[in-house]
């Protein structure tokens, strides 16, 4: 057990609520395939980033309405039902922080988050608010894996990589964190490893 436990620092997309484009995009296409398709060619992953990375919703869906003018409608729809690509809250990863809350324990957020969706998402999701601090990457104008992000974090909050412990269910991002001098855990799913591994970190969880 570690003589000091470090303070955890989780992402939100796939560690506290579920995200995935294509829980809207089965909706708007009428097989699996297609939808995929959609998914690989138009409204990307990288394009997504874009709004991670400070884009305006409105103007990053007109730009790729303008290249793919046959889709307008399944591109705009990424914007007016984007709460269609969220679903369920992982409730594992919310009691191990409403532990880590009861036991006056800090705990942080980097996040790569569209600002626009962000500001929506805080009345929705009521463990932000519990957050001592949280890094959005809409916000900031830096994206995961690029180690300012972290930099900056550490340097808004007066703490040392070393210090920290970041979960993020992204390798890249995982990598990119652990080369900065964080300590690191690959969120695969599975809440009860990282329960297991916060408390092998010394952090006051219970043994579940």
């Known amino acids: 057990m570690a003589d000091t436990p470090p303070i955890p620092v989780f992402d939100l997309g796939n560690v506290f609520v579920e995200w995935d484009p294509m829980l809207l995009f089965r909706k708007l296409f009428p097989s699996e395939e297609e939808a ?36 307008w409608r399944e591109i705009q729809a990424f914007d007016t039902r984007w709460w269609e690509t969220v679903g369920p809250f992982i ?7 409403d532990e880590l809350i009861a036991a006056e324990v800090p705990t ?39 180690p300012r992000i972290y930099r900056l974090f550490c340097e808004r909050y007066g703490l040392a ?20 001098g964080m300590q690191t855990f690959h969120f695969t799913g599975d809440t009860k490893a990282l329960r297991k591994e916060l408390i092998s970190l010394g952090l006051p969880l219970k043994s579940k």
């Open 108 to 146: 942080f957020a980097i996040t790569n988050f569209s600002r626009e969706k962000w500001i929506g998402c805080l009345g929705e999701w009521p463990f932000l608010e519990k957050f001592d601090g949280v890094v959005v990457s809409g916000i900031e104008k830096l994206v995961k894996p690029d």
């Open 161 to 180: 990589p070393e210090t920290c412990v970041f979960i993020d269910d992204s390798e890249v991002n995982i990598a990119s964190a652990k080369r900065f």
């Open 91 to 97: 409730h594992g990863t919310i009691d191990i922080h």
């Open 36 to 71: 995929q398709w959609f998914y690989d060619n138009i409204c990307t992953k990288d394009w997504n980033l874009e709004f991670d990375a400070g884009d305006n919703f409105a103007e990053g869906t007109a730009r790729l309405i303008s290249r793919f003018p046959k889709y």
